[in-house]
């Protein structure tokens, strides 16, 4: 199984869909979605429309069918193609089934968990007194314990990663409950891999360091010995306070999230004779006082870890847009090493149908700062949560998913009412879902708005369908070439002069139609959605309220989701 569509893959209601393909000459050429195809090797390509089966799919070029879309953008068959194709669904499907030759086998892991836990107390002492043999004993012990790190992060790396595809994937299938039976087996492997890196990323975490990190994000700011004698390098009482205040908030917030025990981190130290000479007078009674503080303050995180805790059962659900329809992000990548840490140790099960949700058994205190913290996933207790043992392991009933009707791909009669999984396959199949789309609903009639104001209300259970998208306006009313008006010169002003003589031949043409197309086509001056942007400029003159079009949110990276060109 790979990124490139094949012939076996169900096509489900798609099947038959009339799609226009280029193919040189001959009875069994290759068929191809776009005449510009690199493969297409004929000068004389034939254009005809084909229907959507499994011997034009066997037919179509490898480049074709992993990375072109063969429909219109913007319909059905686009989106499922684009989901299925590319970074998408079969490739999903392809991840994350067996070990992979550069991952650690399990006497690797065994050995670097044997590492990760011996007592620092046990290793080579760090001290000045240290001759030839002993510094190569510690540099030694260093690089194992550098080496067992680097096998912990890669083993707890492709655990999330291996548990992102599968978010993903069950997704995606959701979107298309067809392709359920043809994928489980491809699943059953995926699932059994994430159950072993699973089973390892657990021996390399500690249930003990986790909950010390539980108690360093909860203990309160406590007093420091300021007016100690051995601070005096640091300046008087009230300097010396705001260094150790600053060494406590480096090491409490180091410990949090961290997989190490809290007795590596008092390097941190060191932090307090940053522009120190090392010939200081009292420099070295000062850090070594200093280790004595810090060994204070983990032996009042350690007692949590000697006092017996119950547990409690708590469900983190995944949400619905964690995971983009085939990218390579997921909320899963955001979490820190605690929270990262909990869920390979403590996970009990998880269920992807009908949401994605993960059990986890924790300790009380592990529990209490999970549904306290802010995270990327969203805690509760299962009834809170409305599961139960009854519902935990339900699938969601077997659905039409999403087939031609919901975008513009049938005769309108024929649509189907949009949902919000409708529209988050939208944005996730396409780079310029965030347009302009004329709606239809028996309430509020023949509307036009933003496709994130159309998801809000689809969340809110408006019930309506989509009629066009500014990409779906027909091209008859938007002749080739420039709109009216745009055969004057082009060097000069962008914005035309203000008259204010009522009786002046120019008086209100800034305000007409005809000037407005030929402002944005000055302003989309050799860009290439140019055609794009005169569509969403007509669709925007039917907007009711122009509010919409400052409530499209943002993107994944931070940037503002518009309806169209900046230029409109």
């Known amino acids: 199984m790979h990124s490139v569509l094949a012939s076996d893959v169900p096509l489900g209601p798609f099947e038959g869909t009339p799609i226009t393909v280029w193919s040189g000459r001959g009875r069994q050429a290759k068929l191809h979605a776009a005449p510009s195809c690199s493969y297409l090797r004929s000068a004389q390509a034939d254009e005809r429309v084909v229907h959507l089966d499994a011997a034009v799919v066997g037919r179509m070029c490898p480049q074709c069918g992993t990375y072109s879309s063969w429909a219109r953008l913007g319909t059905g068959l686009a989106v499922f193609l684009d989901t299925l194709t590319g970074p998408g669904l079969l490739r999903e499907l392809d991840r994350f089934r067996d070990t992979a030759e550069s991952s650690p086998d399990g006497e690797d892991v065994r050995h670097a968990a044997a590492v990760l836990y011996r007592s620092v107390s046990d290793e080579p002492a760090d001290s000045a007194g240290r001759d030839e043999a002993e510094d190569e004993d510690v540099d030694g012990a ?35 409950p067809w392709l359920r039976p043809w994928a489980e087996p491809a699943i059953e492997l995926k699932a059994r891999h994430l159950r072993g890196l699973q089973d390892q990323a657990g021996l390399l975490v500690d249930r003990d360091v986790l909950l010390m990190a539980a108690a360093a994000a909860q203990a309160e700011e406590p007093d420091v010995p300021a007016e100690d004698p051995a601070f005096t390098p640091l300046g008087a009482p009230s300097e010396a306070r705001k260094h150790l205040v600053s060494l406590w908030r480096r090491w409490s917030s180091a410990v949090e999230d961290s997989w190490d025990d809290p007795q590596r981190h008092s390097y941190l130290v060191h932090r307090l004779a940053e522009g120190m000479g090392s010939r200081r007078k009292g420099r070295d009674q000062m850090l070594e006082r200093g280790r004595a503080v810090l060994a204070d303050w983990e032996a009042e995180i350690r007692s949590a870890v000697i006092d017996e805790h119950g547990e409690r059962i708590l469900v983190a659900r995944l949400p619905h847009d964690a995971a983009k329809l085939g990218a390579r992000s997921s909320v899963l990548d955001r979490l820190g090493e605690w929270e990262l840490g909990v869920l390979a140790l403590h996970t009990v099960s998880t269920v992807w149908e009908p949401h994605s949700v993960i059990t986890v058994r924790v300790p009380e205190p592990v529990a209490a700062r999970l549904l306290a913290q802010r995270s990327g996933l969203s805690y509760s207790e299962p009834e809170a949560a409305g599961i139960t043992p009854s519902t935990a392991g339900s699938h969601a009933t077997p659905g039409t998913g999403l087939g031609p009707g919901v975008f513009d791909d049938t005769p309108v009669h024929r649509r189907r009412v949009v949902t919000v999984e409708h529209v988050r396959a939208l944005r996730a199949a396409m780079r310029d879902a965030e347009q302009l789309y004329a709606v239809f609903s028996r309430d509020a009639g023949l509307e036009v708005v933003s496709l994130s104001t159309l998801e809000q209300r ?36 962008v914005w035309p002069e203000r008259v204010y003589d009522p009786h002046h031949e120019e008086f209100g043409r800034r305000l007409s139609v ?29 907007l009711t309220d122009l509010r919409q079009l400052d409530n499209a949110g943002y993107d994944d990276k931070g940037n503002p989701r518009r309806p169209f060109a900046y230029a409109v």
């Open 142 to 176: 260093w690089q194992v314990l550098q080496e067992a790190r680097q096998i912990r992060e890669s083993v707890i790396r492709e655990w999330r990663d291996a548990l992102a595809s599968m978010h993903r994937t069950h997704r995606q299938l959701a979107l298309f």
């Open 458 to 493: 689809c969340a809110a259970g408006w019930q309506g369908s989509i009629i066009a998208g500014a990409s779906d306006l027909p091209d008859a009313l938007f002749v080739p070439g420039q709109p009216s008006g745009q055969d004057e010169a082009q060097d000069g002003a």
């Open 514 to 542: 005809a000037e407005g197309e030929r402002v944005l086509v000055r302003l989309c001056a050799r860009r290439r959605d140019t055609a794009h942007a005169l569509r969403s400029l007509a669709l925007a003159r039917g």
